[in-house]
């Protein structure tokens, strides 16, 4: 997003502000309806599945995604959103449209499966809180789009490698992280499971 805001921002303030404010708005607006599912599917789970169960079924799901994560093979659909609307729709529309696919987490690629992770413990424990948890999500990515755009400006088209490292690099080293980070959730949730 930021090679696109970023351009916007530098030779049209305003357009690139409507299309980070149409970036926040879609957001909350998909957290909001992926939050209705996501909830009906975590009430069915905390009545059909006893606490125990759901523990040790959150330790293997987390070690998955650590392993998926390790592997360079985080779940998603192999999909972006759609770059061809940076050309037809107007910058607070394309904000909006892109906000919302993004939120919606199952419409396009992911860089780790910490999203996952943390979605299947809201699923397993936390039916009250997934809208929250979702609609703060969604507006924490697009706040953290906005000041990334606004303090660092780029001229980059969005289909340029920049210098240095390239994304694939950067989307290895987030990936092991990601993976080391699920181990240990996993590992730990695993032991705090058996001293219970």
Same mark, same amino acid.
């Given at each position: ?41 975590? =009430? /069915? $789970?905390?009545? %059909? #599945? ?5 523990? $040790?079924? &959150? /330790?293997? =799901?987390?070690?998955?995604? /650590? ?9 998603? #659909? ?7 609307? %940076? ?30 992770a943390g979605l299947a413990a809201l699923v397993l424990f936390?039916?009250?809180? %997934? ?5 703060? $999500? /969604? ?6 789009? %906005? &000041? ?14 920049k210098k240095g490292r390239r994304w694939q690099d950067w ?8 993976? +080391? ?5 996993? #590992?730990?949730?695993?032991?705090? +499971?058996?001293?219970?």
């Amino acid at each position: 997003m930021a090679g696109v805001a970023g351009p916007m921002l530098r030779y049209d303030r305003s357009g690139g502000i409507r299309f980070l404010l149409g970036l926040l708005i879609g957001g909350l607006l998909g957290a909001a309806v992926l939050a209705v599912p996501v909830y009906l599917v975590s =009430v /069915a $789970v905390q009545a %059909v #599945v006893p606490e125990p169960a759901r523990w $040790v079924l &959150l /330790a293997v =799901v987390v070690a998955g995604f /650590a392993l998926a994560d390790f592997t360079q093979r985080t779940p998603h #659909v192999w999909r972006q959103v759609p770059q061809s609307l %940076v050309n037809t729709l107007p910058p607070g529309a394309l904000g909006l449209v892109w906000g919302f696919d993004l939120a919606l987490l199952f419409t396009t690629q992911k860089t780790t499966s910490l999203i996952w992770a943390g979605l299947a413990a809201l699923v397993l424990f936390s039916p009250a809180l %997934v809208p929250t948890a979702l609609i703060v $999500v /969604a507006a924490l990515a697009a706040i953290s789009m %906005v &000041l990334l755009s606004l303090r660092v400006p780029t001229t980059t088209p969005i289909h340029e490698e920049k210098k240095g490292r390239r994304w694939q690099d950067w989307q290895r080293i987030l990936r092991r992280a990601s993976g +080391t980070t699920l181990v240990v959730a996993a #590992v730990a949730q695993g032991l705090l +499971t058996i001293w219970a």
